[in-house]
């Protein structure tokens, strides 16, 4: 890694601090008439026809959590399912494209989910935001190589009942959700190394 990309990681990790503070982090999901969280509505069954399933699925019958049966689409439009994840721990990051403490976060996650995709797949939730403006920061911090889904309608921030970005959501191999909310960078790293082990 160079020392401009280095240098840059720093200015927007100080940004991403003195904009929190002026409410980056406060923004809510609160869409009129948006029902709460709900496992039925998001657990339905996936039609056919293909998903989008980072990394390899564990050998042998796998049981799907709830936590795990939603579907959606990425930002490319191809379509995903949650559920090809189950017996793996996951992480999701919910983020929006103008936060500047999701932008000081966006270099970590690049850096480190390409190593960890068969282990502990990362899948940024995009949200609060226009989708040229989603897949603007996707090029930008070079997070081509993670699954983004695209939430504009909020459907997995409000299954997880997130109310603020940026958010992570920590699931483990069974299914339970072990953390939800911030983690810094060496937090995050941290973490998902030690669900890999």
Do not use: Y
Not at 13 to 28: H, I, N, Q, W
Not at 153 to 168: D, K, L, M, N, Y
């Amino acid at each position: 890694m160079g020392k401009a990309r280095t240098t840059g990681r720093r200015a927007a990790a100080l940004l991403a601090v003195v904009l929190t503070g002026a409410g980056c982090g406060a923004e809510a999901v609160t869409p009129a008439g948006a029902p709460p969280a709900s496992n039925s509505a998001d657990s339905a069954a996936t039609p056919a026809g293909g998903t989008a399933s980072p990394g390899a699925a564990p050998t042998g019958p796998v049981t799907v959590p709830d936590t795990l049966r939603f579907t959606g689409k990425t930002l490319d439009g191809t379509a995903f399912d949650a559920a090809a994840l189950a017996g793996r721990p996951v992480v999701l990051w919910f983020w929006a494209p103008w936060c500047a403490a999701c932008a000081s976060q966006a270099w970590t996650v690049a850096e480190i989910a390409p190593g960890f995709r068969d282990t502990v797949p990362i899948i940024g939730v995009a949200g609060l935001g226009e989708h040229q403006a989603m897949a603007d920061f996707v090029t930008e911090f070079e997070l081509a190589p993670v699954t983004q889904l695209d939430d504009r309608a909020g459907a997995i921030w409000r299954r997880f009942e997130v109310t603020e970005q940026s958010t992570f959501v920590i699931i483990d191999r069974d299914g339970r959700v072990v953390h939800q909310g911030w983690l810094d960078g060496e937090d995050l790293t941290r973490r998902v190394t030690a669900l890999a082990a």
